[in-house]
């Protein structure tokens, strides 16, 4: 009978095995798990998220890390903005734009029209107040742009606070998939010790041959008859 004791060499070697094949189920189990994270990441992105999300996803994300670098130089970010006059200066103000204030114009494919140049297309409110509405580069602090963003666009969220709840299934499909997977392979080797399955070839004693045969009527082997032979 098999040996599952660590006192013998052959249960060190069954444990030994098993730990082998436990750990190559759970590397399998984390990365279908980080597949399902990628995935959840995806859909949110391209079905949770207002117009202007998406498009400054990238720019947030780079405003969120230059925001930690010592440097004053600002950098380069492409907003749709609003221009409108200000009566007490007679001057122009440039007044990025929100999800709450612009609609996206879709065609008749009920995509977002878009053009090289200019951008995608967008319409605004009728009530919003302007001169002008366009696509426009502006030079702006890391930090002073990361605070807009978040406060304006994100509704307060950091980027890791957008995905947090996209990790969510990585523990659960990790843990269902590892006792998924220890329960069939204990099953396994089970019925591979009862002789269930055919194993490959063993080098037994003749003791062992005896203990494993006893019962056995032959080697269990089919025969069959051709033509100008006889059985």
Request: glycine share 8%; aromatic share 12%.
């Amino acid at each position: 009978m098999a040996s599952n004791s660590a006192l013998t060499e052959e249960g060190r070697t069954r444990i030994r095995n098993f730990q082998g094949r436990f750990n190559s189920y759970l590397i399998l189990w984390i990365a279908i798990g980080f597949g399902v994270v990628i995935g959840t990441m995806w859909l949110r992105t391209r079905y949770g998220y207002l117009p202007l999300q998406r498009l400054y996803l990238a720019q947030y994300i780079k405003s969120s890390l230059k925001s930690f670098l010592p440097r004053k130089q600002p950098s380069n970010y492409t907003l749709l903005v609003r221009v409108v006059g200000d009566p007490s200066t007679g001057r122009e103000q440039v007044i990025p734009c929100t999800d709450r204030e612009v609609t996206p114009i879709r065609d008749e494919m009920g995509k977002v029209k878009f053009n090289p140049k200019l951008g995608p297309f967008f319409r605004l409110r009728e009530d919003i107040r302007h001169k002008y509405f366009y696509w426009r580069v502006v030079q702006q602090n890391d930090v002073q742009m990361y605070l807009w963003l978040r406060d304006q666009i994100y509704q307060g969220y950091p980027p890791i606070g957008l995905y947090w709840p996209c990790f969510i299934p990585l523990p659960l499909v990790v843990f269902a998939g590892m006792l998924v997977s220890v329960k069939l392979d204990v099953r396994i080797n089970r019925e591979y010790e009862e002789g269930k399955l055919v194993r490959g070839i063993r080098l037994l004693t003749h003791s062992e041959y005896s203990k494993e045969t006893k019962g056995v009527d032959g080697l269990g082997l089919p025969l069959f008859r051709t033509e100008g032979t006889q059985q």
